[in-house]
């Protein structure tokens, strides 16, 4: 069954094409900076918004029209297989990306969940055979079962903590079998409402254990993903352990971890932790924790997590600049965690919004290749700092520097050199005029 059978693979066709259906500034093949910008983009597709959502929100039922709407049970998820594959070809996306639960339903048990996961990893890994898709990341789902209302790998229940390893040693089984190149943690309940009721320091040391474990069977098993943690800060809890970039690095170092895992950063976390996603990026980057990424944006005017698809060319431009300053994203990629808007219900409206996401990282890719070849930060940044390449500056950077010295410099130079401009109004207009020219 073909369930797009209104829209023809979609094609670039550059920046004068009026074709909703059609790139306007990603060319796969096209090269930028050494490479095409399909490897340097490396999209996924999430599972979960793109086969799952219905468009529901808290004050309102599904919206969604799918074309495998009617369908239920295992019957359903065979059907969104053959709906992924599908869009997938038709937008000429590599990767996708899944928890556990949006491929297969729970059932009544546990055993009966591995049986329906088996079930459709089997169809799932044939159709990857078939067309060529790889799988970025798998993770499991250990926040929407109400089990898990104090957490997964943080909880106060012994018995749920044991069936939280068992949906994770599954994932990583999933994980090997269909050549995952990542996997990720995302600890959606892993936090406190409250501290009156909470033991933050064995929740802490639980979670280090089960990442240890999991660290353990990956090497039984001999799979080799990149492991990676998600932060975010809040919502649905009050308060999350992995808040921010910062402080989920923090606690990988504390656990011994940092060899093993890297950071899944998402836009619209970042702006809930108070921080743009470019600063996310480079506190990452500096640590050499940047894995991958979830393409999104938030709603400056709503307090939550809206899981929009990016159209900011801003936010694209600056998010590139530090991919490419990494050397690139490895064995990550850029998962598209978006979701059309409830309104937008028709199965067309998924393929328009994944065309305006790409072409938006495209164009951001582009301009960032254009900023770093033309030195345009580096340079002014090189300038900005020249005092500590000369003099005393020198002696602070190479660790001669101690209070003494510094303080017998400061009396015999009582006037400082004077500080020169940020510039920060001139950077900014420049960004710009790079955001409006090719």
Known sequence: MAYFANVEKVAYEGVQSKNPYAFKFYNPSQIVAGKTMEEHLRFGMAYWHTLVAGGSDPFGVETASRPWGSYTGMDLAKARVEGLFELMDKLSMPYFCFHDVDIAPEGDSLREFYNNIDTIVDMIEQHMKQTGKKLLWNTANMFSNPRFMHGAASTCNADVYAHAAAQIKKGLEVGKRLGAENYVFWGGREGYETLLNTDYALEQDNMGRMFHMAVDYAKEIGFDA??????????PTKHQYDFDAATAISFLKKYDLTDHFKLNLEANHATLAGHTFQHELRVARTEG?????????GDMLIGWDTDEFPVDLYAATTTMYEVLQNGGLGRGGINFDAKVRRPSF????LVIAHVAGMDTFAKGLTTAARLLEDRVFEDFIDQRYSSFREGVGADVVSGKATLSSLAEYALN?????????????LLKATLNQYLVTE
């Open 413 to 425: 130079n009582e006037q400082p050199r004077q500080n020169e401009s940020g510039r920060e109004e």
């Open 226 to 235: 990149q492991f990676l943690i998600e932060p975010k800060p809040k919502e």
């Open 289 to 297: 924790m940047l894995g991958s990424l979830d393409a999104n944006q």
């Open 346 to 349: 028709t199965p067309e409206d």
